[in-house]
């Protein structure tokens, strides 16, 4: 007697197992990204704003052009608003860089932003008589984009990316900006003449070969020496690259003669594993000791902002998972 399938095994469904059968049952609908066929343009927008938002607060020393502010938390702006000509949503030209309480004023009325848009009339050709039937309200109505198509194309692995070199140190910085970190930069804004000169107890001799070497004290004449020698250098490079800037030279290029002791700024986008993994290694007694130190401060955030992840990271033995 042949016995057909039973109800239960009629009603189960196919499962997808080789590469183009996924492909068609993650596409289209029925893909977990669908939304209806429609995405809202002010999301697209502010999404293709925020990528870019690292270019303009970089081009403008990280400093808000409206009330000088320098860091902090900044918002890359439309001076024109989108509200008002859409075709400049997408440009780079229109964005500005202003603090977070800037941003809220200038954004309170539809006249404050025009207003705040015509100081800038040479810069982007702005109309000074424009003016707003409405000041307050929405000022960009999403609209319906049809999405052509979802395709499932598998999973993507991450790389690791070398460039063979050697580049200037300037250029290597130029490249980490595009990972996680946004770096107050020299190539915008004018360096300062703030070098990292050591107190006399963190200047210490090698003693050892690469990989197995320690550190040892040295003599109060040597440290006081050091030091010396040190401001004596960053006073003769602050004096070149400002000739050299007053003399019309790029501050791009300018910058070149500043040494590695300049201090700097910089914003730091991290995931708590790789914050655990930077802690683990950088607040290490094997590591140089004044990354030591910010590593030692950076942990104090870490255990204050994130106190259950960082009880486990300490019970792990400070390994990150």
Not at 70 to 96: F, S
Not at 154 to 179: C, E, K, M
Not at 262 to 280: G, H, K, P
């Amino acid at each position: 007697m042949r016995v057909g399938p039973s109800a239960r095994s009629r009603q189960r469904p196919a499962v997808a197992t080789t590469p183009s059968a996924i492909r068609r049952a993650r596409s289209g609908k029925r893909s977990n990204f669908w939304r209806g066929g429609l995405s809202s343009q002010r999301q697209n927008i502010g999404r293709w704003t925020t990528e870019h938002a690292a270019v303009v607060h970089e081009q403008y020393g990280f400093t808000c052009v409206r009330c000088g502010e320098t860091g902090g938390r900044l918002h890359a702006h439309h001076i024109v608003p989108v509200w008002l000509d859409e075709t400049k949503a997408r440009d780079v030209g229109n964005l500005i860089s202003v603090c977070d309480g800037c941003h809220r004023s200038i954004h309170r009325t539809r006249e404050t932003e025009l207003s705040f848009a015509r100081d800038f009339t040479e810069r982007i050709g702005f109309a000074q008589d424009v003016v707003s039937s409405r000041t307050r309200g929405r000022k960009l109505t999403a609209h319906a984009v049809a999405v052509v198509a979802i395709d499932y194309i598998g999973l993507r692995q991450t790389y690791d990316l070398s460039i063979a070199g050697p580049w200037p140190n300037f250029v290597a910085n130029g490249v980490v900006v595009h990972n996680s970190f946004n770096e107050f930069s020299m190539r915008y804004a004018k360096a300062t003449d703030d070098f990292y000169v050591p107190e006399a107890e963190d200047v210490r001799s090698q003693v050892g070969k690469p990989g197995a070497y320690s550190f040892e004290p040295v003599s109060d004449e040597l440290a006081e020496q050091t030091r010396e020698e040190l401001q004596a250098v960053y006073d003769t490079a602050y004096e070149t690259y400002e000739r050299l800037v007053e003399a019309g030279v790029a501050r791009e290029l300018a910058r070149s003669v500043m040494p590695v002791g300049s201090y700097t700024e910089f914003f730091w986008t991290v995931n708590a594993r790789a914050l655990m993994n930077f802690v683990s290694l950088r607040a290490a007694d094997t590591a140089q000791r004044e990354i030591r130190y910010y590593a030692d401060a950076v942990e104090q955030f870490f255990a204050q902002k994130m106190p259950v992840t960082h009880a486990a990271f300490v019970a792990a033995g400070r390994v990150a998972p």
